[in-house]
């Protein structure tokens, strides 16, 4: 099992401390990206493998690149928060855990929830950008997609959602979608010139860094930590073979047994910093990618697909609710200093069909 090995003479599981930080990285990259293809794409990209196996005869089994299966797998083994399996009951093991009771139990919520379909990201019209963020103030209700086609050509509308499915009167009718996409996407522009959210990226970059000093310093300490311990240990290892058995080896035997498990808990400290420091690097690299992108918003858009698109839009804005007294649409950001005063839009509410 991905993590530990197993100790035949004392018939336990050990952990195995580089195995440890890709189960741990493999929990920190869900948590962050509610994707398990996202999961096995960027152990892959960090070079990380399946278990491997040494068989007696010396051949190395296993080693495949992750698949979302197998990255499924990892995510929902209740071994890594130190529980063990006996006809369908979950027992304490002897164990070490490897991921926290929190982070396990909010992980199985996530995973359970994106399957039952509820909060997915992908939806089944992804041109329309809104869909989840667009609201109709005077039924104070979701808008939804809707689609007429006329002479042959097609037109998407948002469409407040209380009208479609209970047949109550709205007064907002229908919205005509490309020119409520335009105003957000006028808006959205406006932001990234503005510079206000490459400011914020950069202060968030600049903090991972400190982070990133933190832990190199930290990473620093237990290597020397454990060099010293490893000299004393190879200093008792001297002693105790030029002494032969004497009362004093007993003495010896403890001591070398406790700096053996001081030493053991050092190297999952060491890993635990090394997985730290990777998600620090897998986190500066989105957002260069971010700035970069911001700073090409007009060149870049046009290259995006739908759903890409779609993903930007819902990573920025938090709501956009369309006044229909005032005919004015709202377009909120997630970050309240980049919300510009509400925009009067041409667009009038359309007859309904
Ligand atoms: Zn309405």
């Known amino acids: 099992m991905l993590g530990y090995a197993i100790d035949h003479d004392r018939r336990a599981l050990v952990v195995v401390p580089e195995e440890a930080a890709m189960v741990k990285l493999a929990f920190d990259l869900y948590l962050k990206t509610l994707s398990i293809l996202e999961v096995a794409k960027r152990l892959n990209s960090l070079g990380y493998t399946q278990k491997r196996h040494t068989t007696k005869l010396g051949k190395v089994l296993g080693g495949r690149p992750w698949t979302k299966e197998a990255a499924h797998r990892v995510l929902r083994n209740p071994l890594y928060v130190g529980k063990v399996r006996q006809k369908d009951q979950l027992y304490d093991g002897e164990h070490m855990a490897l991921v926290t009771p929190e982070v396990f139990e909010i992980t199985q919520k996530r995973l359970t929830m994106r399957s039952a379909g509820k909060c997915t990201r992908r939806t089944r019209r992804p041109e329309f950008l809104l869909t989840g963020l667009i609201q109709c103030i005077a039924c104070t209700s979701p808008m939804t997609s809707s689609m007429a086609s006329s002479r042959g050509k097609l037109y998407r509308y948002y469409r407040c959602r209380k009208e479609a499915e209970e047949g109550t009167f709205c007064p907002t009718g229908l919205l005509r979608a490309d ?17 206000a959210l490459e400011e914020r990226i950069r202060g968030e970059l600049a903090k991972g860094d400190s982070a990133v000093d933190d832990a190199l310093a930290q990473r620093e300490r237990l290597t020397a930590q454990l060099g010293e311990l490893s000299a004393e240990a190879q200093r008792l290892l001297a002693a105790f073979s030029g002494q032969g058995a004497t009362a004093g080896s007993k003495l010896l035997v403890d001591r070398l047994g406790e700096l053996e498990s001081q030493m053991d808990r ?7 910093v090394e997985v730290h420091l990777k998600s620090c690097e897998v986190r500066r690299d989105e957002g260069e990618h971010f700035v970069d992108f911001l ?13 890409e698109r779609r993903e930007l839009v819902h990573a920025l804005v938090s709501r956009v609710a369309y006044d229909t007294e005032a005919r004015k649409l709202h377009i909120e950001m997630l970050d309240p200093k980049q919300s510009a005063p509400p925009a009067i839009v041409t667009t009038s509410p359309e007859a309904r069909p």
């Not at 050092?266 to 635990?272: E, N, P, T, Y």
């Open 295 to 307: 700073n090409s918003f007009d060149d870049l858009w046009g290259m995006l697909v739908p759903q």
């Open 179 to 195: 020119e409520i996409e335009n105003a957000v996407l006028a808006q959205l522009r406006e932001v990234a010139r503005s510079g």
């Open 266 to 272: 050092i190297r999952l400290d060491l890993s635990a």
